[in-house]
């Protein structure tokens, strides 16, 4: 974020560059920086006549150096957008020649979304030298909550620990997803309010006691009451729960517990980090490593390979209600 906010200020102070090339696998930062430029760049009055957007499919690289060596139109500069830009990725080096000598007055944008420039090759030297080449990375897993506390953080607002990882259970990594629902939220919730797991279930329909949330406490608990009665919920709502995803869960759950086994140093501290966890959830992994030891864990990878097989339809004919709940017993039992 810090990358972000130097690029924002920059674009403030009047340092703009002729050339934004935005690019890799996290579409959010790319589609915000993009949005930037398109809002602040120009004055109102300036951008009917010196502000372009075009998309990759429906245009040559030839057609955008053609565009970004126009003049503006009593303004000082014109701005040139590329949206989808990666669907010219076969050609994109072909910029080469423009971006060694790209014109002053314009400030072209590409969003190439999903791929990235080979750091090898011309394009990506010569947009460096005369621009700036600004790469989105894809969050992890274990990063997408700490996102979620500093972007509500510098909303005003916070979030309790449980809450956050229901959101990224149930979102998954996707950014634009996960900031639209955070967005519906700070409308709803005024300022100052600690974000809980009632306000998640209220307002984005995720079930604050039937979730893979829950359901990783209960299988660490040995909780087959519990356990069970979440899995049925999931058999009743598919849709909302898929069979993939949990197993996909579960699976990262035990592997932390068999990384877990491994460790020599146990400090709550180097627990959370070696695992990737919040601090918040440790206390659940030390009851879980006493249910479940090392041979027991390896046991349980090995029945979710399995389950995760079959619920893909190989090997078995089974329903995914029928896998779960078969998974469910080996690894309780």
Not at 50 to 65: A, H, K, L, S
Not at 282 to 310: C, G, H, W
Request: aromatic content about 8%; proline content about 3%; overall charge positive.
């Amino acid at each position: 974020m810090n990358e972000i906010r130097n690029i924002v200020s920059d674009i403030k102070n009047g340092n703009i560059k002729p050339i934004y090339f935005l690019m890799g696998e996290e579409p959010y930062y790319i589609d915000k920086i993009s949005d930037y430029i398109e809002e602040n760049v120009l004055e109102e009055s300036e951008k009917g006549f010196n502000q372009q957007v075009m998309y990759g499919r429906d245009v040559t690289i030839e057609d955008i150096i053609s565009a970004a060596k126009r003049y503006p139109m009593m303004a000082e500069r014109q701005v040139l957008i590329v949206k989808e830009a990666q669907d010219l990725s076969k050609n994109i080096e072909n910029l080469v020649s423009y971006a060694e000598n790209p014109q002053p007055t314009t400030v072209l944008v590409l969003n190439y979304k999903y791929k990235k420039l080979d750091k090898r090759k011309k394009l990506h030297k010569a947009i460096a030298k005369s621009g700036l080449v600004y790469e989105s990375k894809k969050l992890y897993e274990n990063q997408v909550s700490d996102w979620i506390r500093r972007v509500l953080s510098g909303k005003g607002y916070q979030i309790e620990p449980k809450a956050s990882l229901m959101l990224v259970e149930f979102l998954g990594t996707d950014l634009s997803k996960i900031s639209n629902e955070l967005d519906k939220l700070m409308i709803i919730l005024p300022k100052e309010t600690i974000i809980n797991d009632k306000h998640i279930e209220d307002n984005i329909g995720i079930s604050k006691d039937f979730n893979n949330f829950e359901l990783k406490k209960a299988i660490g608990e040995k909780n087959i009451l519990k356990a069970n009665r979440i899995i049925n919920y999931f058999s009743e709502n598919p849709k909302n729960n898929p069979t993939v995803m949990t197993i996909s869960l579960l699976n990262s759950f035990f592997t932390q517990l068999l990384l877990f086994h491994g460790l020599q140093d146990k400090s709550k501290a180097a627990v959370a980090k070696a695992l990737g966890i919040n601090i918040y959830f440790v206390e659940e992994t030390f009851l879980a490593s006493r249910n479940y030891p090392m041979r027991k864990v390896a046991q349980v990878i090995s029945f979710l390979r399995d389950a995760d097989v079959k619920s893909k339809g190989v090997g078995a004919n089974q329903t995914h209600e029928d896998i779960l709940k078969e998974l469910l017993f080996k690894i309780l039992h």
